[in-house]
């Protein structure tokens, strides 16, 4: 078992930032009735979506998210030792995006950056590996930008995909603390069955093509209809089943008291997964915050944007105990379990 315990690591602040654009799903042109309309969101809980426009990317979403914060905290722009960020979405191909936003925030070049490619369990997995660094090292003070804009990867004419993804960007503050209580995960992966989730064309294992390209450009653009890329039942059966049970081996190894914690943060796939995965783990869902009517599905930035448009009050203004899951993209399921104190926490900003 992938179980990690970080001493001496606090979270000091969580910000969340999404494009002022909205598209909402009843609008969808695809849609034949109001009616198929509505249960497609009755299904999913998703009613509308944040959407990055031509031109924004979420490095501008997760620059805006960490400046806040940032100013928030009261950090000098020198005491700052490391930025990561995580996405699926870069802004380059040979650049890595962390430079991008450390450019446009003025941070020193005694600053290391790095970047992790991940999915939905990206917030979590990137969290471990950042907070083991401070933990390990002489890092002080950390920032951790997770974000993505899958909504252009669905294709405008995907009726699987596109009313389902938004837009979103996130950051993340953390400080060395020698009273911090632990940060402890538990990470899986069953790589076997990853390729459900993948898109096949355009790395190196299966480069682009002019005909290839051409058809990723149409089926973006909705010239061509796109067919299924997912076996929808069986990511739904490796959420309900693999998350509760990472979740009870974490708080198995780690002695973790289910009915102490004060918040479930669950990566915000659809509404009919997550009240599973409550229910088998017997927890209520008046502490499971749900953010998928307003943003839909922000793959690895889900956790963190939930956490500051559904809570924001509560963690700013009194200790919260956390148990937070990412989950899909891997196929991967990333536990953790943290306790915060009245950390930064702006509601949630636009773009």
């Known amino acids: 078992m992938a179980f990690l315990k970080v001493d001496n690591v606090s979270i000091r602040g969580i910000a969340a930032c999404v494009p002022s654009s909205i598209e909402e799903n009843r609008d969808l ?15 999913t809980g998703i009613e509308r979506r944040h959407i990055c426009p031509d031109g924004t990317t979420t490095s501008d979403l997760c620059f805006k998210a960490a400046e806040e914060l940032i100013n928030k905290l009261g950090w000098e722009k020198d005491s700052i030792d490391l930025l990561a960020y995580c996405t699926q979405d870069p802004d380059y191909l040979n650049h890595p995006t962390s430079f991008v936003v450390h450019d446009r925030l003025g941070l020193p070049n005694t600053c290391m950056c790095i970047d992790f490619y991940h999915g939905c369990p990206g917030w979590v997995n990137s ?3 950042v907070s083991s660094m401070i933990s390990a090292s ?32 996130t950051a993340t503050a953390l400080e060395y603390d020698d009273n911090a209580k632990p940060i402890l995960f538990n990470i899986i992966t069953k790589s076997a069955d990853g390729m459900a989730l993948a898109r096949k064309n355009g790395g190196w294992r299966a480069p682009f093509t002019l005909d290839t390209l051409k058809a990723d450009i149409d089926r973006r653009e909705g010239l061509v209809p796109a067919a299924e890329t997912t076996d929808k039942m069986d990511v739904f059966a490796f959420a309900i089943t693999t998350v509760p049970k990472t979740l009870k081996q974490l708080c198995a190894n780690f002695y973790i008291d289910l009915e102490s914690i004060d918040k479930l943060v669950l990566h915000q796939a659809n509404a009919m997964m997550l009240k599973t995965i409550a229910k088998r783990l017997k927890i209520e869902m008046d502490i499971v915050p749900l953010s998928l009517k307003e943003y839909g599905n922000t793959t690895g930035a889900s956790v963190p944007l939930t956490i500051v448009s559904e809570c924001a009050d509560e963690y700013q203004n009194a200790p919260q105990k956390t148990l937070a899951c990412g989950f ?15 950390i930064v926490c702006p509601h949630i900003l636009e773009y």
């Open 138 to 169: 002489g890092l002080r003070r950390a920032v951790l930008m997770v974000g993505d804009m899958c909504s252009h990867d669905a294709g405008k004419a995907n009726r699987e995909e596109r009313p389902l993804f938004g837009d979103s960007g």
């Open 127 to 129: 969290l471990s590996s």
């Open 328 to 342: 899909g993209t891997g196929l991967a399921c990333a536990g953790v379990y943290f306790e915060t104190s009245h």
């Open 29 to 43: 042109p695809f849609y034949a009735s109001p009616e198929e309309a509505e249960q497609v969101i009755s299904a």
